[in-house]
């Protein structure tokens, strides 16, 4: 059996579904089941059990039979103590292999406040004395999805990043990954740490041309301050707390971090990273709207 957390987030959801259709017994733990029946983000008949990562005492019934685990915590300033509660649980049920999805440059101490959280866990998950394995993915494709109501409106969409090329990956190929770590035999992924990115770094102006090519209109790149990034962000109900980290995180791509890539996907997988220009013509109709 296998327990995947943050089952109805991007990567959970995409990872269940894979599993499922591989025919691997899966287990989905969530804050709330009937959201989570609601969301629609799980397949038919997926097991589903109630917990809560800052609860260590509903952990037990869902670790229950469980050899390996699938562990996504939000960037939160709790995520020490999730990682923290979610390990010991996982020890105390005898849990074989742990993996982890964290974030390409986490690291304890990080100027990025979700990356330093991300190392902080990293840790935790190294020292548990259960084989692990780590990924850490860059920037999501799906992520631009979130600028689809701008476009709409505007025709644009706008970051802090000018210049600056960035590699995306699709939140399928992460999960493509954890399942393959998850269900091969033997302990050839026990101890790694993957770096997920897709094949090429892109610069706003290049994912204007492709936001262009897949609504079929003139959509353009429009680079702002950080300070009105962060301010949008609270206004669009971001707490400030991750409003001030994402500042910090685009700081950091802007300067260099985000332009990464690895051949971690296609080595894993056995198939290349999906480009950004798939993932956009694929979600066109987000772009286009009514």
């Not at 957390?5 to 089941?33: E, F, K, M, W, Y």
């Not at 954890?178 to 770094?201: K, S």
């Not at 492709?210 to 429009?222: D, F, K, M, P, V």
Request: net charge negative; hydrophobic share 45%.
């Amino acid at each position: 059996m296998i327990l995947v957390t943050g089952a109805t987030g991007n990567i959970g959801s995409a990872l269940i579904a894979q599993l499922t259709a591989q025919g691997v017994p899966v287990r989905a733990l969530v804050r709330d089941r009937n959201e989570a029946e609601r969301s629609g983000r799980l397949p038919a008949k997926t097991e589903i059990v109630e917990g809560d990562l800052l609860r260590p005492e509903t952990l037990t019934v869902a670790l229950d039979g469980v050899k390996k685990a699938f562990l996504l915590v939000p960037a939160d300033p709790r995520l020490a103590e999730m990682h923290e509660s979610f390990v010991a649980a996982a020890m105390a049920a005898g849990v074989q292999h742990l993996v982890k999805s964290s974030a390409l440059g986490a690291a304890t101490g990080a100027p990025v406040r979700f990356w330093d959280w991300h190392g902080q866990g990293e840790t935790l998950v190294k020292d548990a004395g259960i084989p692990w394995t780590l990924l850490q993915p860059t920037n999501f494709a799906q992520g631009f999805l979130q600028f689809a109501p701008v476009i709409q409106q505007q025709n644009a969409f706008f970051d802090p990043l000018g210049t600056a090329p960035v590699s995306y990956v699709d939140v399928r190929d992460i999960a493509a990954v954890a399942a393959r770590t998850l269900t091969d035999a033997g302990e050839a992924h026990q101890g790694r740490t993957y770096v997920l990115t897709g094949g090429e770094a892109l610069t706003g102006e290049q994912v204007a041309a492709l936001l262009s090519e897949a609504a079929g209109r003139t959509i353009a790149y429009q680079a702002i301050s950080f300070e009105d990034f962060g301010s949008g962000a609270e206004q669009m109900g971001v707490p400030k707390w991750q409003a001030e980290g994402l500042i910090e995180l685009y700081r950091a791509l802007a300067a260099g971090a985000g332009k990464t890539l690895s051949p971690d996907v296609e080595a894993v997988t056995g198939k290349p990273p999906r480009t950004t220009a798939a993932f956009l013509r694929e979600a066109r109709a987000a772009f286009v709207g009514a």
